[in-house]
């Protein structure tokens, strides 16, 4: 028994590799290629969008959603609407409450012939699968996989021997109906992005547009759709779902929906002056010259390094060109060693920076605040201004990063004001895994009325929802990391992580003596 515990955990090891290593995925399959509807200018969204439009002539109009329900109100009223096309492209999928009523949603209007394009990032796709076989064999649904797992073996070997690959992950997030209306932002599919998860609530930021910026959403998800990195849902199956699996399944998912109806969730967004502003053509717009900056879906397979051709190669002529101002909202922000000395070259020419990231209390992941820990003090002492998510808002508070009533707050916007003059609102995070191994999409509007809505938004609450971080610095040029907030609206002084466990504390300060910031 002795001998055999020594080499267990070797051998385990060695049928992981060995598992690993037999992955393989489909060859020879057809994968049709389709594209988007170009003649819907006859559709309700259309007409819309066109009585909208008069008088911005050339321009797009954006409209933010902020609020959680707003956000997923905003979806579904569109899929409701839609008459030609839905085409949905997001990294997460649950299967939880919105998640179901999302995909509800869908399958309705695929009933009333929309064709409807759902093309879903692979890595959480395990235990949905066969739900989403189910939606594929709906004759105007057709669902795929992107970047795939190979299924011949288990995922956990295939992080070993194919971590290359499977490690780049289509990240980007859109929804597009008619070819007419759009969303892009830093929204997946879950109760915890729709303010409807009860233990936690993501602060985060979408934007809604029409007009011309519209069709460049749709180059984009066509790119993605026709990828060679895109495989159709059957494709990947183990065992196609039956007949009367599928009808179960549709049939399960009606009747929870229906189950539903009186939920408080539902009776808020029936309730929602939004839903109604989008069917009575009320919904009001921030217009401007607007722009897609995306990653192609060839990223996933080119060498890591920077490109022009990527987000952030579009996105670095913005950064390069601010003059004032730049105000940063990136969740997981691990700068590492480049980008402190560009943001730090910014603050010491005499640009304003200020940062809105989350604290280690209300960081999801707490490997990417080991990866953060180390930029801190070198940006404070540049004169980047930095504030960190107060997790634990009063009720009143949490309005104000558009939350709403969950236990716990925690921010999943990605965005960036630039001299309020123009926005970058979308997907990507300030972290070498967006910036260099996964895909992001988002709007850039240039728009003096948007910028200077959210600038003023972060001037007037930024105090009330976060924490300023100072560095201070003794007699003996000892530094000390001070965090300035509210703790039951009363302000408060922390030498030492706000609202965080011992243990939180200890795990990220263990964790960043590592080299880990290139794969964050």
Known sequence: MIGRSRFAPQLALSAVLLLGACASLPEGFDRPVSYVFTDTDNTALAAASLEKSRGHPGESGFHLLGNGH???????VLADTAERSIDAQYYILNRDLTGRLFVDRLLRAADRGVRVRLLVDDMDIADKELALLAADSHPNM?????????RNVGRAGQFVTRFSEVGRRMHSKSFTVDNQVAILGGRNIGDEY???????EFADLDAMAIGPVVEQVSTAFDEYWNSELAYPASVLATRLPTEQEVEKARAWLTDFVESQADSDYLLALRNSGLANAIRNRAVDYYWGDGWVAYDPPEKLLEEIGSSERHLSGQLRPLL??????????????VPGEQGVVNLSALSERGVRVRLLTNSLASNDVLIVH??????????LRAG????????????????IVRGGGSTKASLHAKSFVFDRKSVFIG???LDPRAIDFNTEIGFVVDSPELAGDMSREFDERIEQVAFRLELVRDDSGTET?????????????????????????????????FPIEGQL
């Open 142 to 150: 057709e669902v795929r996989m992107f970047n795939p797992f190979a």
């Open 70 to 76: 707003d956000a997923f109100v905003a979806r579904a």
């Open 194 to 200: 729709f303010a409807a998860d009860p233990a936690l």
């Open 384 to 399: 980047v201004e930095i504030y960190e998510l107060n997790s634990e808002l009063l009720n009143e508070q949490r309005r």
């Open 320 to 333: 390069q060109t601010v003059r004032e101002e730049l105000i940063i909202f990136s969740p997981y922000f």
């Open 427 to 429: 997907s990507l995070n």
């Open 370 to 379: 080991a990866g953060y820990l180390k930029s801190r003090k070198p940006l």
């Open 481 to 513: 990391l001070l965090w300035h907030g509210l703790v039951d609206g009363e302000p408060e002084v922390f030498d030492y992580e706000p609202h965080a466990s011992v243990w939180q504390r200890f795990a990220a300060n263990f964790l960043s003596l």
